[in-house]
């Protein structure tokens, strides 16, 4: 959460400062803030509300260095004063900083300080580090130094981006536990810093990512000079970090022809799954190296799975037990990480632990992870979105989905695409069991291939659940039924609903009804019911009956054949016939398509919803 830009240049960095900002700004987004350091007069701008806020307070402004910062409160409310970049100012030395991540121990250093004579404006965790700083910039004449002596006293997580007024054309920067990485240029004109990369590649593709520990000084000689990096650990000695070129474009997080991130990426889902299988599509048999070098080796000792994740990773999870169980035979448990960190729970031999997220930062699926190592499991496999992430660093195994960025706060292709991964993890693990016969292999590469034809043309349904959106925007309240595979795709639609449309929704196994959930239902409750033409579609069709007798209105998605026909109070949308295990790959992309036409229509930031922010790195 929060997002991160800095540069030192020849040329004026604001208005990359400000696009940065725009593009990680998915990231947190109640405040935002600037600081530009020209010779030694060091200037600070902050604005509460968006970047467009920002934009405006420092119109006009020019500076060939700077620091900015779009901010998800954690410490302190969202007011300027919160805002970053914080300052510490005192005896004619000023220091900015800004700051990912938390401070564990800054209510005893911001005591310390307070003694030490320093004064705070703000509650933020953050203000303690830009007085550490100033102080320590006062007992040694380097800020790379003072910025050293200060995180020495630090405990927690942070990316940080310093200026000091002392230290004209001097950036420091520093990653612990937060990504931070750097963006080069040719003939070194200018230096670029971001916390995620889509914020650097307007500018360039070749980036240096640092390592927990790091600290990067970038300097410039005089105003005409290179601007030069040196890497240095806790100790100041300089080490080596190789560049790479990332394969991401400015075309991969640019809106394009859309009103919303989050309508691109549920557009761009037929493509996102394919990338996501196409090497085991063109191939035509299925191997564990598709999950890492080690993987043929370990596979064969799995025998049951655990799998951690929060959110719609978690939803992704709940899926795949049933895939795991029916195709795989593996008895498998899903936790929500948050939940499994702090529990204290029996370690068996032979668990593949997986964790899954699209971010790969999510600060409780990390420590989840942690704590199963801890406990002794030895069989770990990410599944992720991001390669250069904390969470594909920290498996044995991993698997990449290769959904692109993902910057909608409401994840819709991270989704279906943890779900290809996850059936093709259970079909490797099912053939290395010997439980997959040649046959059935095939038929489910075929289906594979099929997948993102079928995803395409389930979007093209869109008018009508946009015309479903309009009967919801008064609604107070959802329902969202399912059952089996299907259930935790309903308990998807339900997440997507009240996350972006602040409608109260909640799911339910339909079978679940009568014994409570029931009595809520009136004509004013409207039910969302995903209904495949699978072998529970009798069952889910009597758990309906119960639903209208009580006069709730049924929105229902299903198969052709699903045998449920549109009457007064039953709205109907057919998809394709039956998919098979894939259905819920399909079944979930209505929900999303509903949930997004809802949120629009109430008026809403589609990709920005209230208190929310994309990537959970606190806990
Ligand atoms: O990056 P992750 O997949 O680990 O994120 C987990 C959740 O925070 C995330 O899925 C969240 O629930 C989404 N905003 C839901 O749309």
Redesign the pocket.
């Known amino acids: 959460m929060c997002g991160i830009v800095a540069a030192l240049s020849h040329h004026d960095v604001v208005p990359f400062l400000i696009e940065g900002l725009r593009r990680l700004e998915y990231r947190g987004y109640d405040s935002a803030g600037l600081a530009t350091l020209t010779g030694q007069h060091l200037q600070r701008f902050r604005a509460v509300g968006r970047v467009k806020e920002l934009e405006e307070a420092s119109a006009g402004h020019a500076a060939p260095l700077g620091i900015a910062h779009t901010r998800w409160a954690t410490h302190g409310a969202v007011t300027q004063d919160n805002a970053h970049p914080h300052r510490s100012e005192r005896d004619g030395r000023s220091v900015c900083v800004v700051h990912n991540g938390i401070i564990e121990n800054h209510a005893e250093l911001r005591e310390a300080l307070r003694e030490r004579g320093y004064v705070f404006a703000s509650q933020t965790d953050t203000e303690v580090v830009a007085h550490l700083v100033h102080e320590a910039r006062g007992r040694t004449a380097s800020l790379a130094e003072a910025v050293r002596m200060a995180r020495a006293q630090l405990r927690g997580a942070y990316a940080l981006g310093i200026v000091c007024s002392d230290d004209p054309r001097t950036l420091v920067v520093a990653r612990q536990a937060a990504p931070l990485m750097l963006g080069l240029t040719a003939h070194q004109q200018s230096v670029f810093v971001a916390s995620d990369a889509s914020a650097l590649v307007s500018q360039t593709q070749t980036l240096v990512y640092l390592e927990d520990g790091d600290q990067a000084v970038i300097t410039q000689v005089s105003e005409s000079s290179p601007v030069v990096v040196r890497i240095e650990d806790m100790q100041g000695a300089a080490l080596v970090r190789e560049s790479t070129t990332t394969s991401l474009t400015h075309d991969d997080v640019d809106l394009g022809p859309y009103a919303h991130y989050m309508q691109k990426e549920m557009a761009e889902q037929p493509g996102a799954v394919a990338a996501t299988l196409e090497t085991v599509v063109g191939a035509g048999s299925l191997a564990p190296g598709l999950f890492g070098s080690e993987a043929e080796g370990l596979f064969p000792q799995v025998q049951r799975v655990l799998i951690l994740?929060?959110?719609?990773?978690y939803h992704s999870g709940l899926v795949a037990r049933y895939w795991l169980e029916d195709i795989a035979g593996l008895p498998t448990s899903v936790e929500i990480a948050s939940e499994y960190r702090y529990r204290k729970s029996v370690a068996e031999p032979g668990t593949l632990v997986i964790t899954i997220?699209?971010?790969g930062e999510?600060a409780d699926?990390l420590a989840a992870l942690e704590h199963a190592k801890a406990q002794g499991q030895q069989l770990t496999l990410s599944i992720c979105n991001v390669p250069e992430s904390s969470l594909i660093r920290a498996s044995r195994l991993r698997f990449l989905t290769r959904a692109g960025p993902e910057i909608g706060?409401?994840?819709t292709k991270?989704f279906t695409t943890q779900l290809a991964a996850l059936y093709l993890l259970t079909l490797v693990l099912a053939k290395v069991r010997g439980v997959l016969s040649p046959g059935a292999e095939a038929e489910a590469i075929q289906s594979l291939r099929h997948l993102p034809a079928a995803l395409a043309s389930v979007l093209t349904a869109e008018p009508e659940f946009q015309a479903w959106a309009a009967e919801f925007v008064e609604k107070e309240h959802a329902l969202f039924l399912g059952r089996g595979i299907h259930s935790p795709i309903a308990m998807e639609g339900a997440?997507?609903l009240k996350?972006i449309s602040y409608i109260h929704a909640e799911a339910y196994a339909a079978g679940e009804l009568k014994h409570g959930p029931l009595a809520l239902v009136d004509a004013n409750m409207p039910i969302v019911a995903v209904a495949p033409n699978d072998q529970l579609a009798e069952k889910l069709r009597s758990n309906l009956e119960e639903v209208r007798a009580r006069g709730g209105v049924l929105y229902v998605v299903a198969d052709q054949g699903a045998g449920i026909e549109p009457s007064d109070g039953v709205r109907v949308i057919e998809l394709g016939d039956h998919a098979g295990a894939l259905s819920p790959i399909l079944h979930v992309v209505p929900l999303q398509m509903l949930a997004y036409h809802v949120a629009l229509a109430r008026g809403h930031d589609v990709d920005k919803p209230r208190n929310?922010a994309k990537?959970?790195t606190v806990e």
């Open positions: 994740a929060c959110g719609t990773s997220s699209q971010s999510t699926t706060v409401a994840s991270a997440l997507k996350e929310l990537s959970v």
